[in-house]
């Protein structure tokens, strides 16, 4: 079975300044994709990026970047410059290959409070 | 384009009463999901389609949950009847086939107050 961690139930950062959310995973699937959403206080779910188990380089979007450590099965998510919009609650997610229909299956989530 | 569409956005609704939450996903899109968010449980699955069909149903709490999906472009979440413990957020959400790399996009979700 799938399941993600993310251990930092309330993180704090200054404006400008880069923070990384924690987020590990276990699965015994060797095919499988890590998502990252947000979700502002309005509540809706916001796509960020995503790694694949198979792509060699750290997926990049913008100010997000993903520092994925397959062997410690780890999936940080990494905002730099953060701003005051970035304030939200934060979702590791994950969906396996191997099975074919598989949805997401979500951490209990990090709430990020960016401070001025 | 359309992201998933949902409404209502919020329902207050007294203890008893038939709550309807409709989805309409994103046009080509044939995995339709249905998750509730609660501060205790966090993100839960209830129920995917595929091309329309009820694929793993597991997730549904119980025999007052139902939820169809009559066409592509369209389905629905009942619960009947309901209860305070059902406040919760719904949210639909679809994707293309799941390969990994197929980003499930959610809808802004129904929130639902059981009064």
């Known amino acids: 079975a799938q399941k993600i961690t993310q251990t930092q139930p309330g993180m704090f950062v200054q404006e400008k300044e880069a923070v990384t959310l924690d987020c590990t995973y276990d699965?015994?699937?060797?095919?499988?994709?890590l998502f990252w959403y947000k979700q502002p206080s309005s509540g809706e779910m916001i796509f960020l990026i995503y790694q694949g188990s198979y792509d060699e380089q750290n997926a990049t979007e913008g100010r997000y970047s993903l520092n994925f450590q397959k062997a410690r099965k780890s999936a940080n998510l990494v905002i730099s410059a953060s701003q005051l919009g970035d304030s939200a609650m934060y979702f590791c997610a994950m969906r396996d290959g191997n099975s074919g229909n598989t949805p997401l299956v979500f951490g209990k989530g990090t709430r990020l409070s960016v401070i001025a | 384009d359309a992201g998933v569409i949902q409404s209502p956005r919020h329902e207050v609704t007294e203890m008893g009463q038939e709550v309807t939450l409709r989805c309409k996903p994103i046009s080509g899109h044939d995995y339709l999901f249905w998750y509730r968010q609660t501060m205790m449980r966090g993100l839960e699955l209830l129920i995917y389609f595929n091309n329309n069909v009820p694929i793993d149903d597991s997730g549904m709490p119980e025999d007052r949950f139902s939820a169809k999906m009559p066409n592509a472009s369209f389905s629905t979440l009942k619960i009947q009847p309901s209860e305070p413990r059902d406040s919760a957020v719904y949210f639909c959400?679809?994707?293309?086939?799941?390969?990994?790399?197929?980003?499930?996009?959610f809808g802004e979700g129904s929130w639902l107050t059981v009064v």
């Open positions: 959400a679809s994707s293309l086939r799941p390969t990994p790399g197929n980003t499930i996009y």
């Open positions: 699965t015994s699937d060797q095919s499988y994709g």
